[in-house]
């Protein structure tokens, strides 16, 4: 059974720093595109940040520059770097893994962590 499991999450004052990490168990996705979500309270999930196996990353706008997403396929490992955290970054994390393994904006991901919170004060 495939499991996704976050961790990092936590409380900072804006400007501060965190790192998110995603382990995966059940099967290896040393080839599969990994990527970032976020849920605020009232809003719809949105993507925050994808990695394919060759490292290639996407962002969304509204984290360009101050997330970082990066991927050690040697222990299954996804993580997400973020620097001068803002308010708005409030959200729970999801970590998610796609079947694909080439990227491309709006592919389906078909498994899903718990998530994780992160609250940013100002």
């Known amino acids: 059974q495939v499991q996704l499991v976050e961790s990092g999450g936590g409380s900072v004052q804006a400007g501060g720093s965190l790192r998110l990490s995603c382990a995966a168990s059940?099967?290896?996705?040393?080839?599969?595109?990994m990527g970032w979500f976020r849920q605020a309270p009232g809003k719809e999930r949105e993507f925050v940040a994808a990695?394919?196996?060759?490292?290639?990353?996407d962002y969304t706008d509204a984290v360009k520059g101050r997330f970082s997403i990066s991927r050690d396929n040697a222990k299954n490992t996804v993580s997400l770097q973020m620097n001068s955290l803002k308010p708005e970054d409030t959200a729970v994390y999801y970590c998610?893994?796609?079947?694909?393994?080439?990227?491309?904006?709006?592919?389906?991901?078909?498994?899903w962590g718990q998530g994780t919170q992160v609250t940013v004060s100002s």
């Open positions: 990695i394919s196996w060759s490292t290639r990353a």
């Open positions: 998610a893994a796609s079947e694909g393994i080439y990227y491309y904006k709006g592919m389906l991901y078909n498994s």
């Open positions: 059940g099967r290896t996705f040393n080839r599969n595109v």
